[in-house]
């Protein structure tokens, strides 16, 4: 069966740090893969999705970045914070033509 | 671009049934997901309609009309259990899918 970790699950960071937000999946090759974040009540916001290893495609400009390394293993990262990264940040698989998405437990981050 | 609208917060009884309505603008789609999302938790995926009509999984069923760009989750035999933020999303391309704002569903005794 499959599977997917994120973590850390709760990060807290000052404003101007940097950020790197891990996601694996298990169990299955080639998952289309996503970030979103979500914030307090709110719907979910798709920051960057990935076909395969190195393709990235941005969704929101911002002063975030994806990075897919390998074929299980998304990465969410940031240079510098700002208050307003604060959210729940959630991975995703899915695969063959991506109607169904399976969801990571989520990493909340709160930038002080 | 694509949008989504949904009612923010509905309430029903245990026991009845509710309908969580969503409507969309798009210029092309393949299918509306529903997905459930429990306080705290990540959102699990519920149904799809690629076609029009209905589809049904056990107390939820699930209704696309593609002509009047609209659909719901029509979810019987409410329980307490089913308190949570449901979402409608559309399938859109390239395994893309966007997500409306979300419904909160809180249930009364």
């Known amino acids: 069966s499959q599977t997917i970790h994120q973590w850390p699950a709760t990060l807290v960071q000052p404003v101007g740090s940097p950020l790197s937000l891990e996601c694996t999946v298990e169990g299955t090759s080639n998952p289309n893969l996503y970030w979103y974040r979500q914030a307090a009540g709110r719907g979910l916001q798709l920051l960057f999705y990935?076909?395969?290893?190195?393709?990235i495609s941005s969704e929101v400009p911002q002063n975030l970045s994806a990075s897919r390394p390998q074929d299980r293993q998304f990465i969410l990262s940031s240079k510098k914070l700002l208050l307003s990264d604060s959210g729940f940040y959630l991975c995703?698989?899915?695969?063959?033509?991506?109607?169904?998405?399976?969801f990571g437990p989520g990493t909340r981050l709160l930038v002080l | 671009g694509q949008s989504l609208e949904q009612p923010s917060e509905v309430t029903a009884v245990e026991g009845a049934i509710v309908q969580i309505n969503c409507t969309y603008q798009?210029?092309?789609?393949?299918?509306l997901s529903w997905y459930q999302q429990h306080d705290g938790g990540a959102p699990t995926f519920l149904s799809y309609n690629a076609l029009d009509g209905l589809e049904e999984t056990g107390r939820f069923s699930s209704f696309l009309s593609r002509s009047d760009s609209y659909g719901y989750l029509l979810l019987q035999e409410l329980q307490m259990k089913d308190s949570a933020s449901y979402f409608c999303a559309l399938y859109s391309s390239a395994s893309k899918i966007i997500f409306g704002s979300g419904t909160r569903l809180s249930i009364r005794p």
């Open positions: 990935s076909v395969g290893i190195g393709q």
């Open positions: 798009t210029s092309g789609f393949y299918g």
């Open positions: 995703a698989w899915s695969i063959g033509q991506g109607e169904t998405q399976y």
